[in-house]
């Protein structure tokens, strides 16, 4: 694979005037306002003299349990931030919490994006950390800091040990998703499962599966936005303080030798990190949240892409939701890095992509070693050849809908079914359990009005349970069609984030019930089976049943939200706005 020229980074000189220097680096009455105010906390007055001033733009809150010990993280970024010569300035942003914001925490995602630019350019900072873990706050993040394209970084939270019930391991957000299965099944007692509950979150950290939050932090890895081997090492293990620390003391550098989003956001970065993704069997909302990012950067990143560099990519990282082991296992098997070095020498990787090392891609990996093949796999003993996402096409989904190959079963890649259609969420579970719902196996469960608009927010509930007459057959995995995303914790054959949305008016919005749906993987095809005049003329009579929302950001969101096809991003937010000092008013 040839690399562009276009990577090679050249450092600015050091010293120069910074950023920060508009707001501190004077002596007339509002260079001494800003300071006077900073120096109430105790700062001396040396630490105003032109040093890079470093944001750690902290998501940290107790309302997201996965991120509750950041504030030890940030300390320890802070230590390293001093020890390199800059002054870290640590401030809250809105943070993205998935296992307790309603509706779905994916109508948030933007908002806090928002409030990260406008910080970020508002402020007195020439560079910044950015301290996520839980899913949707790694692509907030660094949506952003994209879009103000100042140095910036990212340290993990990390995910959460093994969990274990019963001398079994137990996966965040998968087990959930099993047990639930299991008593609708009769296969486990209620009782079983509030004890479970206790065990399923081991210690601090974000979810221990490849779940979308340890996707992410491979994402930000890949993209070369964290520094090599942040994305698996556990929470609460003393080597993720060192990696903060270590953090710390790479953005004041970054900041001397200006080495921005940009820089390192590359096309070649983009098409890194979706090999990667194929690889780890990451999560679906990657998709989403990478044409996000890019569109921030101005990378001119499209679904197409996603099937396109996924293909011919095995997944060989042997995690739940697809595999078998947990993100602990992963870290102690020698974590991302391992598997880039795999991708790098199969020749499936842009060797000299730079990271926020300053370093290619290669040089940080090239020493490393697979310290337990049974974790990160050999190719010939991959879970799945072809472990690239999916994106398919057809009459049901002009613009796109996406397909994850190692969650999903063989037998049903290619499947012809009858629908059993939903026209909402509260549709759905008002019908799944009723025993006289006509369904059966071969059906496809159709479930619409889940997608940015519609939910509002796209949720995730595509990987709708099964019904329970079907489940005491002792029956997995049906196809499943929505315009919703999966959580990444999530497995099953899941057609997800179809294009345009039901609520947009999309083809989905008019499925009926007994319509044959044809899912073909192999041909990339998602088709119901019915005339071009005919579809026309129901697209032409259909009208929502939603009531859009009147006011407030809920609003905002339902006028602004692009669809999941180019990352659900607010189309006024997408591109970069850069840093440019605001005016002062004093
Ligand atoms: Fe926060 Fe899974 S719920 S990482």
Redesign the pocket.
Known sequence: MSDSEKNKFVPKTWPRKLRSTEWFGGTSRDHIYHRSWMKNQGLPADLFDGRPVIGICNTWSQL????AHLRDLADRVKHGIYEAGGLPLEFPVFSV???SLRPT?MMYRNMAAMDVEEALRANPLDGVVLLA???KTTPALLMGACSVDIPAIVVSGG?MLNGYFRGERVA??TALWQMSEDIKAGKMTQEDFLEAEQSMSRSA???N?M????TMASMAEALGMALSGNAAIPAVDSRRRVMAHLTGRRIVDMVKDDLKPSDILTRQAFENAIRVNGAIGGSTNAVIHLLAIAGRVGVDLTLDDWDKLGQEIATIVNLMPSGKYLMEEFFYAGGLPVVIKHLAEAGKLHKNAITVSGESIWEEVKEVRNWNPDVILPVEKALTQKGGIVVLKGNLAPQGAVLKPSAASAHLLQHRGRAVVFEDIDDYKAKINDEALDIDENCVMVLKNCGPKGYPGMAEVGNMGLPPKVLRKGIKDMVRISDARM???AYGTVVLHTTPEAAAGGPLAVIQNGDMIELDVEKRRLHVDISDEEMASRLANWKSHLEPPKSGYIKLFHDHVQGADTGADFDFLKGCRGAAVPKDSH
């Open positions: 997201t349990p996965c991120n919490g998935e296992s925490a873990g839980c899913d995910p965040s957000g950290g974000s979810c599966t779940g979308t939050a340890s959580s990444g914790t």
